[in-house]
């Protein structure tokens, strides 16, 4: 399993790898930070550039593939990547999701999930993980409408920033699932 950026555009929406360029943008789009209230990494608006830089590292190194997210406006709306990434054992996390508040509900997550879940297992992988913090109701309940199966709490997974432990809510969705997710994704989006 080999993975690389996505540079896609489907349903209004298009994701293209990040790079240096998307930084004023993206970071004028992430200042609100009840973006990222249950995130381990501070993402404060005084740390943006380290964690940018932070961001960039880790994608030329191939950690983390980060995506730009844009509206059919060409606005930036947010962020989401591949990380966790394991050829060996054929297993990918998409997360590092974010999106600004006026595009929650849309289109948006949906076709970016649809477009990196196909890349994933079109690139071989076996299993996708999702995870959020386990008190994040709404992006768990965005995950199930996803189609993906929900695997449990991992308690006390990640320390926040603020000192307080994370409980992080898994899920999955394997190959064999992905014709049956696929589908409903599709459908979806053609409403």
């Not at 997210?69 to 297993?91: F, S």
């Not at 929650?104 to 079109?122: D, I, Y």
């Not at 709490?153 to 997710?181: C, N």
Request: aromatic letters at 10%; hydrophobic letters at 45%.
């Amino acid at each position: 399993m080999k993975l690389f950026p996505v540079t896609a555009h489907r349903h209004d929406v298009s994701l293209t790898p990040l790079v240096e360029a998307d930084r004023e943008a993206l970071r004028a789009a992430a200042s609100d930070p009840a973006l990222f209230r249950y995130w381990p990494r501070d993402m404060a608006a005084d740390k943006w550039d380290q964690n940018f830089d932070w961001m960039l590292q880790e994608q030329a190194a191939g950690r983390w593939l980060f995506h730009t997210v844009k509206a059919g406006d060409g606005r930036i709306v947010g962020q989401t990547c591949y990380l966790a990434i394991r050829p060996e054992h054929k297993g990918v996390e998409i997360g590092g999701t974010w999106y600004v508040a006026d595009v929650h509900g849309t289109q948006v997550n949906p076709t970016c999930k649809l477009v990196l879940l196909e890349n994933a297992f079109a690139c071989g992988a076996e299993r996708v993980e999702l995870k959020t913090d386990a008190r994040n109701s709404r992006s768990r309940a965005a995950i199930l409408k996803l189609g993906a199966s929900f695997e449990g709490i991992f308690r006390r997974h990640l320390l926040l920033p603020d000192g307080q432990w994370r409980d992080t809510a898994w899920f999955s969705i394997l190959r064999d699932e992905w014709p049956k997710v696929k589908a409903g994704l599709e459908a979806r989006l053609a409403r």
